[in-house]
């Protein structure tokens, strides 16, 4: 049997316009409108994409969305005395600083200089601390995409064998905690594998929910998945063909249960997740 496909995109569709109607009655009770205000040093043309993307996706659902853009060389100290600024601005409510950052600039101070309040993307130590004790203010978007796409299509984590490919800040790390946590959506027995785990395919091969985030194009083959497994795909690799995800898909997908796409699948999510937790920065100044 075929697998089953997670359509990304359309659960991204359907939650903006939940979170349209939300940015509504926030305006209406309010009298402010939420505002992202997004931070791009340099002329990445891929950061230039995602910056554009990301204030369109604003616009969409009635969210407002400022540029603040800083030449190639700005230093650490300019990029502070900015975030400082938008600290302070209450019509601000959130603040994305889009990553990379120059090799001169100190991203760990940067991210460290966002308040928390604002921290968009729960980047900052008090943030991901928070997120560890599981109480946190914003959940990191990726991670929160992903699971949303499993909330959102029925599938239960509770006493599953999750397996996660990859142990980064922003997607690995943090979705393994937030699977094995208390709670919709969590409840997982997790595993979290990286560069130096030995024998991947036996690990991996336990999974009823498998989620690959490790940048490596068409990495996770068809013998690495149990018959009938979950395999959430969040790579993004551009190559010739164009892009495509760390799973080998049209090989995986005839093993697996339930597969997502690359486009299409975990990518529209992370946007979404963005515009909702700038409503909801904005939200927690509502008296
Ligand atoms: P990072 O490069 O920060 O981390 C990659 C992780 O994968 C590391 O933990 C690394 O292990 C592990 N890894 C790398 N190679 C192997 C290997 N051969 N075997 C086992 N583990 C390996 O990547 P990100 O987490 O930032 O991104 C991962 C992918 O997800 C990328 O394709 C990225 O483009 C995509 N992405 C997609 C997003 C979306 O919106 N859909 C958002 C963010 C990222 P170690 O720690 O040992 O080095």
């Known amino acids: 049997m075929p697998a089953t496909i997670l359509d990304g995109k359309q659960l991204a569709q359907q939650l903006r316009s939940e979170l349209a109607e939300e940015v509504i009655e926030f305006i209406q009770n309010n009298g402010a409108v939420p505002c992202l205000a997004a931070v791009l040093v340099g002329d990445n043309p891929a950061s230039e994409v995602y910056v554009r993307n990301k204030q369109r996706a604003c616009e969409a659902v009635g969210i407002e969305s400022q540029l603040h853009r800083l030449p190639g060389d700005a230093s650490t100290d300019d990029l502070l005395k900015l975030i400082s600024k938008l600290n302070k601005d209450a019509e601000v409510h959130g603040i994305l600083i889009q990553l990379p950052l120059p090799p001169q600039i100190d991203k760990s101070r940067v991210l460290s200089a966002v308040s928390p309040n604002k921290d968009v993307d729960a980047f900052h130590p008090d943030n991901v601390g928070r997120l560890v004790q599981g109480r946190p203010r914003f959940l990191p978007c990726t991670p929160q995409g992903v699971q949303q796409l499993l909330i959102r299509n029925g599938i239960e984590t509770a006493g599953k064998h999750v397996v996660v490919l990859g142990r980064s800040e922003i997607v690995g790390r943090p979705l393994s905690i937030m699977l094995s946590q208390h709670g919709t959506g969590g409840d997982a027995t997790v595993t979290v594998c990286h560069s130096r785990s030995h024998d991947l395919p036996a690990i991996t091969r336990q ?21 009938g497994a979950i395999v959430i795909d969040v790579g993004i690799n551009r190559g010739e063909s164009g892009v495509v ?42 008296t």
């Open 245 to 286: 995800g760390d799973v080998d898909y049209e090989a995986v997908a005839a093993v697996a249960g339930t597969i997502t796409p690359v486009p299409g699948g975990v990518g529209p999510l992370t946007i979404a997740m963005l515009l909702r937790n700038t409503l909801r920065a904005a939200q927690s100044l509502e």
């Open 207 to 227: 999974a009823d929910i498998l989620i690959v985030a490790i940048g490596r194009a068409k990495f996770v083959t068809a013998n690495m998945v149990k018959p």
